[in-house]
């Protein structure tokens, strides 16, 4: 069975960093693109990062570029979010997620709240 | 970016009814490889999203053969036939066809 399992969450400052962890099981990680998927309060799902099997290639939408650096340890089936400089707009629910090639996000995680405010 | 547009924004349908929830993108979802992009997810009330539809038409693994998919080009549709109480929650359509990846903003289905 696949499982996805977010961790790392929680209440942080504007301007601060915190750093997600996404434990994966179940399937072969390191043949998947993975990525990350988030969801304000009450609102729609955005894409924030994606990241090729290898690590090599990495993809940010402009809302979390430059601030966000998504990674991998395949040798440990895990995968991360850095997110620094936060700002209140990050608050969301955050979703691990593996990414089929063709396919789209086959496999979610439960998510993990992240909260941006003094 | 390619903005996807859906609609309506929720249904209320009976139990056993039909839908159909319409998704429209700015600009072609055909890939330079010839394959369409275009996903469904279903996000059930207090739980994850999850895969229903992958390029345009082929269910993921264990769904229903009551959810279908069709469309082309820049619209598309979500049918979902016999509905049961388990249909009920969000649906998104999503393209992976280029970057950035996009979502709609969902279509509420609620039941009679």
């Known amino acids: 069975e696949v499982q996805l399992v977010e961790s790392g969450g929680g209440l942080v400052q504007p301007g601060r960093s915190l750093k997600l962890s996404c434990a994966a099981s179940?399937?072969?990680?390191?043949?998947?693109?993975m990525a990350w998927v988030r969801q304000a309060p009450k609102k729609g799902l955005e894409w924030v990062a994606t990241?090729?099997?290898?690590?090599?290639?990495?993809y940010y939408p402009d809302s979390v570029k430059g601030r966000f650096t998504i990674s991998r340890d395949n040798a440990k089936s895990s995968l991360y979010l850095q997110m620094n400089s936060l700002k209140s707009e990050d608050t969301a629910t955050y979703y691990c997620?593996?990414?089929?090639?063709?396919?789209?996000?086959?496999?979610w995680g439960q998510g993990v709240m992240v909260t941006v405010s003094s | 970016d390619v903005v996807m547009t859906q609609t309506p924004v929720s249904l209320s349908v009976s139990l056993g009814g039909q839908v159909s929830i319409s998704c429209r993108s700015s600009?072609?979802?055909?890939?330079?490889?010839?394959?369409?992009?275009l996903s469904w997810y279903l996000q059930k009330p207090g739980q994850s999203p999850q895969l229903l539809i992958y390029?345009?038409?082929n269910r993921f693994s264990g769904i229903s053969d009551r959810f279908s998919g069709s469309g082309s080009g820049t619209d598309f549709t979500l049918k979902i036939s016999r509905v049961e109480p388990d249909d009920l929650g969000v649906y998104y359509c999503?393209?992976?066809?280029?970057?950035?990846?996009?979502f709609g903003s969902g279509t509420k289905l609620e039941i009679k």
């Open positions: 997620a593996s990414l089929k090639l063709g396919a789209g996000f086959d496999y």
């Open positions: 179940g399937f072969t990680f390191s043949n998947y693109y």
């Open positions: 990241i090729s099997t290898s690590g090599s290639r990495t």
């Open positions: 600009q072609s979802l055909v890939h330079n490889n010839g394959n369409t992009y």
């Open positions: 390029k345009v038409s």
């Open positions: 999503g393209q992976g066809t280029q970057y950035p990846l996009t």
